[in-house]
């Protein structure tokens, strides 16, 4: 977003909640929100309006709740899309997250992605928890990985047999169908 976007709604805000900020407090409620996109601030402005009951300003982790959901939220997501590529795609084949956050989680977990995947159910219940609980800290710290996919079985057992070889990776997450058949088409020869 830009400056002159933020300003706008902060505008809103400040008049809403009779507040006359000061220039270092407008400097870091920016900075705070800035990697919003304008329409995700302006939305997160308007469900701000529609929701608060106190008069006074609301803090910046409140407005960045209402556009992003809070972090609890976003892990119960993130492990339950692991839980969907756990079942649905399985250790052997490789993968790739949308989110970072996950590859991260999943490539330090023990065993990697295979190791997850074969999990015995009452061993999960307890990953899980730790899981969720893991999220939520990398994702508050802004944690990125530069991790380019999670190993498969069969990527472990033929990438060292054979250099060549190039693993299929399976992309989960937004987007992740419509590149698979991108692919699928462009193999096609379409």
């Not at 809403?16 to 304008?38: G, R, W």
């Not at 490789?94 to 190791?115: H, T």
């Not at 928890?129 to 994702?139: D, F, G, H, T």
């Amino acid at each position: 977003m830009t400056e002159q976007e933020f300003k706008q709604g902060f505008l809103v805000l400040t008049e809403m909640f009779n507040k006359n900020p000061s220039k270092p407090f407008t400097l870091m409620y920016y900075e705070t929100v800035k990697h919003l996109e304008a329409k995700d601030w302006q939305e997160a402005i308007k469900i701000t309006l529609q929701s608060r009951k106190f008069t006074n300003m609301p803090t910046p982790a409140e407005v960045l709740e209402h556009a992003q959901g809070s972090t609890e939220d976003t892990a119960l997501i993130a492990i339950q899309k692991l839980e969907g590529a756990m079942r649905d795609v399985g250790a052997y084949d490789s993968v790739k997250f949308d989110d970072p956050v996950l590859m991260v989680l999943v490539s330090s977990a023990e065993g990697g992605w295979p190791g997850l995947c074969q999990m015995e159910l009452s061993d999960w219940k307890f990953e899980k928890l730790r899981l969720v609980k893991a999220y939520k800290a990398l994702s508050m710290r802004g944690v990125r990985g530069d991790i380019d996919h999670l190993a498969g079985i069969s990527e472990r057992s033929n990438g060292g047999s054979f250099p060549e070889w190039e693993p299929d990776i399976v992309m989960i997450g937004d987007g992740a169908t419509i590149k698979r058949l991108e692919g699928e088409i462009k193999e096609l020869g379409g």
